[in-house]
């Protein structure tokens, strides 16, 4: 809602503003509905990037695991513990791993309601490691758990690399794409150039214009989009929680 807000404001301060440059609705607009697609996609921008910061923090849950298991910490109190000393971006949903576990007292239940918090692959594979290790003693966890931290670092760097070399060629593309608008709005201020774009086929050129960017944009991020790895763990039955898991096919 806060963001449906936010895009709304942006499209009146932009229409208002270039209604007094140019004094044509037409272009105006049109240029508000530029606006508006443009900030919404920032803000979506904006929550992707929240959540790579997120997926960015489990190396380091798995650092702190290892080192309170190391330090005769059990489990339970290893991840009770991230809700202080873990990452900041993650405290909260352990803070709400710690509630449920002093709600139920079950480990199993409050790692699950995790899971379903998270629902990304990375901390599945970390918590399906905590329950195996739960189930058959875990004399193999730290094993496993610097095992699977080295994976997610090779990935995190692999996929941090090629956004970087994406975000050259997004960049580019989306100079190209403001390019011409921003000539539309310097021809604009000519009497003539408002005149010509307020009559039915100026408004159809708007239009077409318009429907091409967002064609060219989506049809942009279509190209540069990385494969999402899917999540494999999922659950085979409710009636007894945490009694059976399977895999998935992606």
């Known amino acids: 809602m806060k963001n449906n807000l936010r895009v709304l404001l942006s499209a009146c301060l932009t229409i208002a503003l270039v209604l007094l440059i140019t004094a044509?609705?037409?272009?105006?607009?049109?240029?508000?509905?530029?606006?508006a697609g443009a900030v919404y996609v920032t803000l979506k921008t904006k929550t992707a990037h929240s959540q790579s910061h997120l997926i960015a923090a489990w190396p380091e849950v798995i650092d702190h695991l290892m080192s309170g298991i190391q330090s005769g910490l059990s489990l339970?109190?290893?991840?009770?513990?991230?809700?202080?000393?873990?990452p900041e971006v993650l405290r909260p949903a352990f803070a709400e791993f710690r509630n449920s576990l002093f709600r139920h007292g079950d480990l199993e239940i409050a790692i699950e309601e995790?899971?379903?918090?998270?629902?990304?692959?990375?901390?599945?594979?970390i918590?399906?490691?905590?329950?195996i290790s739960k189930a058959l003693g875990g004399s193999e966890l730290l094993s496993i758990l610097r095992t699977l931290?080295?994976?997610?670092?090779?990935?995190?760097a692999l996929r941090?690399?090629?956004?970087?070399?994406?975000?050259?060629?997004?960049?580019?593309?989306?100079?190209?794409?403001?390019?011409?608008?921003?000539?539309?709005?310097l021809l604009s201020t000519q009497p003539s150039t408002a005149i010509a774009f307020s009559t039915p086929t100026g408004g159809m050129i708007l239009i077409a214009g318009l429907v091409m960017t967002a064609l060219a944009y989506l049809?942009?991020?279509?190209?540069?989009?990385?494969?999402?790895?899917?999540?494999?763990?999922?659950k085979l039955s409710n009636s007894k929680r945490g009694?059976?898991?399977?895999?998935?096919r992606p």
């Open 114 to 125: 995790l899971k379903s918090l998270f629902q990304h692959h990375g901390s599945d594979q």
């Open 160 to 185: 941090r690399e090629i956004e970087v070399k994406h975000g050259w060629i997004k960049n580019s593309a989306h100079m190209s794409a403001v390019a011409p608008w921003i000539l539309l709005l």
């Open 24 to 35: 044509s609705y037409s272009i105006s607009l049109a240029f508000g509905a530029l606006v």
């Open 219 to 234: 049809w942009m991020n279509q190209l540069g989009r990385l494969p999402q790895t899917p999540r494999v763990f999922t």
């Open 127 to 131: 918590f399906e490691a905590l329950l």
């Open 243 to 248: 009694a059976h898991i399977e895999i998935s």
């Open 76 to 86: 339970s109190e290893s991840l009770v513990g991230l809700a202080t000393r873990g």
């Open 149 to 156: 931290g080295d994976f997610l670092r090779q990935d995190l």
